[in-house]
């Protein structure tokens, strides 16, 4: 007998095949939301990463138009605490 007669002829055959539906239905369904958080939880990321790159930057930039003695001072002071 085969598979397909089976899931077409019996009773048995047609809840079982609904019953894999479904089952394959969730399945997919919670892939796509973990799939989802996922893309989502990168993207918090790299914005983060951005976020910093931009701090950095802007904070070299602060620092290299100070005099060499007022640099020199600043960055003494802060590693000192």
């Not at 077409?8 to 047609?14: I, P």
Request: avoid cysteine; glycine fraction near 4%; charged fraction near 25%.
């Amino acid at each position: 007998m085969s598979i397909l007669a089976f899931f077409t002829g019996s009773k048995a055959g047609r809840w079982l095949a609904l019953a894999l539906l479904i089952m394959a239905s969730l399945s997919l369904f919670a892939v796509r939301m973990f799939s989802r958080g996922r893309q989502a939880e990168q993207a918090k990321q790299t914005q983060q990463a951005l976020t910093r790159l931009r701090t950095r930057i802007e904070t070299d930039e602060a620092i290299s138009r100070l005099p060499a003695d007022e640099r020199r001072k600043r960055l003494s002071d802060d590693w000192a605490n």
